[in-house]
């Protein structure tokens, strides 16, 4: 079973550009998360989506960034113009509804971002 | 959701078990306990979570006390693997999907 898969793995680029993060998650999986994870603030939640739709964006932040999820199995998150602040991993994860107890999430191996 | 408190760091021989506390003295009857692990440069890592009862798994145990005040993630016989940051999180059932990690503990495995 192939777990959740995110590209590219790294990215090196100048500040003003835009950046776009792609991730699959697991099929099945009705949930997509956005992290962002820096040496500062740690792990973070950026926003996550419910079968496809966004339902709490509230870590994303500011206007500069925004994610998509056009179907099941396929999310980005996009940066534009990018920042030198903006250098971070980022994850994606997944999981299935769990009802009353909630499934785990499954992380990817996360986006190296470094922004120059 | 209830804020949990983790040692910074801590240190087990190979072999032994490694115990890890959590406090989350404010958690709610409706909150579960979770804990992840992240091993260097990969992306966190489900190991079990409980709600009152302990739980045990192929990765870990979970003993949580009679109160739900604290809990211990339990590794049988840690090896240099299991070398990692732990994340000890609470989180309501059934209702938002947020996890919200804090700063983990520091787990090192001695050879």
């Known amino acids: 079973d192939a777990g959740v898969i995110q590209s590219p793995r790294h990215e090196v680029t100048e500040m003003g550009q835009e950046v776009t993060l792609r991730c699959k998650p697991i099929?099945?999986?009705?949930?997509l998360f956005w992290y962002r994870q820096t040496m500062m603030r740690g792990l973070e939640l950026l926003i996550y989506?419910?079968?496809?739709?966004?339902?709490?964006d509230s870590g994303m932040p500011e206007d500069r960034f925004s994610a998509k999820m056009p179907n099941a199995s396929f999310s980005t998150l996009k940066i534009q113009p990018s920042e030198p602040r903006d250098s971070a991993v980022y994850f994606c994860?997944?999981?299935?509804?769990?009802?009353?107890?909630?499934?785990?999430?499954?992380f990817g191996d996360g986006t190296r971002l470094s922004i120059l | 959701d209830a804020k949990t408190t983790q040692p910074p760091s801590m240190d087990c021989a190979e072999g032994r078990a490694a115990n890890l506390p959590c406090n989350h003295s404010?958690?709610?009857?409706?909150?579960?306990v979770y804990w992840y692990r992240q091993i260097h440069s990969q992306g966190p890592q489900y190991i079990i979570h409980?709600?009152?009862n302990n739980e045990t798994n192929e990765m870990a145990s979970l003993i949580i006390t009679e109160d739900r005040k604290s809990s211990t993630l339990i590794l049988p016989h840690a090896t240099l693997r299991d070398t990692a940051v732990y994340y000890c999180?609470?989180?309501?059932?059934?209702?938002?999907?947020?996890?919200?990690f804090g700063q983990g503990t520091r787990l090192t495995i001695n050879p």
């Open positions: 989506f419910n079968n496809n739709v966004p339902i709490d």
């Open positions: 999180i609470v989180r309501v059932g059934g209702g938002a999907q947020k996890l919200v």
């Open positions: 994860a997944s999981s299935r509804g769990g009802g009353i107890s909630n499934q785990p999430q499954h």
């Open positions: 099929s099945g999986h009705d949930y």
């Open positions: 409980g709600l009152k």
């Open positions: 404010t958690i709610s009857g409706n909150e579960y």
